[in-house]
């Protein structure tokens, strides 16, 4: 069998520039899972492959899609998947297998048809792709009938979420505005890329809200020599935007929110909850607190903001909010 090795620019002179726009690998080894991040031109090829993902099954836990951007994830591992040309049973694409390999992440995929042209030859060049192998020749006729398979090389990144809150006051300031720029700041580091921010409605009756009483969770794919320097910028972006006498910030390192560290955290849109409560939760499940001035009231939010950094549109809704039937999830 004669393996085929292939950098992005090789790909892309071979079969012309095609449409995936990012390709990203994280991995929670003592988890044992991986969260990978695909971006493409538009959103109805991602759909298109998050369901026929889905149904083959393989070493894939669950897809989500949004906007033109899927989010999969995975146990570590091979496996074969119930592939073939779609049907009822099997899907038209797959991923069967994630490993690591140093610093670096190897992800095995297959795919029949237009969907084998879509693992082959386009996903192959998008941007993060350190380089492919092909199986055999036959591997490299996309398109028509042809199936193929393809190893993708990718560098290696861990999952890192924060939590702010409590950094305005009554006179001005708005903790969102002070989680997006330390994001943004953050993400212009080598070795650092801003995934998402997520904005966390609380409970509205707590005696140290400034207005609305929401925190901001931010999250980042970062390159296992990084995670200093992001820590580092994304305090010091807090502590020279901060305003108030009690912000908190929480750090949690890993693929996955426990379900034990959620319940925490739809709790707080639902009741107040103690401080001790709080410091309890953040040591039984590994979340750190980094205090600009002593454990103050900000840690509440900041912890919640981290407990439910992967939820949807509910997080930025009021405990049975009458907005959320009316947003389509």
């Given amino acids: 069998m004669l393996l085929m090795k292939l950098e992005p620019s090789q790909v892309k002179e071979k079969f012309g520039p095609l449409f995936s726009q990012r390709l990203l690998t994280m991995v929670d080894d003592s988890r ?4 990978i991040i695909e971006t493409c031109a538009v959103r109805g090829t991602i759909e298109w492959d998050a369901v026929n993902r889905c149904r083959a099954g393989g070493i ?3 897809c989500e899609v949004e906007g033109t951007t899927m989010t999969m994830r995975a146990r570590l591992g091979v496996q074969k998947a119930n592939f073939g040309p779609a049907d009822s049973e099997m899907g038209g694409q797959a991923l069967e ?10 992800t095995q995929w297959a795919g029949t048809g237009g969907a084998g042209l879509g693992v082959a030859a386009c996903l192959t060049q998008a941007p993060g792709v350190l380089y492919s ?19 993708i090389v990718t560098p290696l990144y861990e999952k890192v979420t924060i939590g702010v809150d409590d950094t305005d006051n009554k006179d001005g300031g708005a903790t969102w505005v002070t989680a997006l720029k330390a994001s943004k700041i953050a993400a212009t580091l080598p070795g650092v890329q801003a995934l998402n921010l997520r ?6 009756k707590s005696p140290n809200k400034t207005t609305n009483c929401v ?9 296992p020599d990084a995670y200093d320097t992001l820590i580092n910028s994304v305090v010091d972006t807090v502590k020279a935007e901060n305003k108030s006498e009690e912000p908190g ?3 949690y390192r890993g693929i996955g929110i426990p379900a034990g560290l959620k319940e925490f955290g739809w709790a707080t849109k639902r009741q107040l909850v103690s401080m001790a409560d709080v410091n309890t939760k ?5 979340v750190e607190f980094i205090d600009l001035m002593g454990p103050k009231a900000g840690r509440i939010g900041a912890l919640a903001a981290v407990a439910l950094s992967e939820e949807r549109a509910e997080v930025a809704a009021l405990h049975e909010d009458k907005a959320l039937p009316l947003i389509r999830r």
Avoid: M
């Fill in 97 to 106: 297998g994630v490993t690591l390999d140093g610093d670096t992440v190897r």
């Fill in 199 to 204: 904005l966390i409605q609380l409970c509205p």
């Fill in 133 to 151: 192998i092909y199986p055999s020749e036959a591997d490299l006729k996309v398109g028509g009938s042809h199936t193929n398979r393809v190893e």
């Fill in 32 to 35: 044992g899972v991986a969260e």
């Fill in 282 to 286: 953040a040591q039984e499940f590994g």
């Fill in 249 to 251: 910030i929480a750090v």
């Fill in 60 to 62: 894939i836990e669950w």
């Fill in 215 to 223: 925190s901001s969770a931010i999250t980042f794919a970062v390159r």
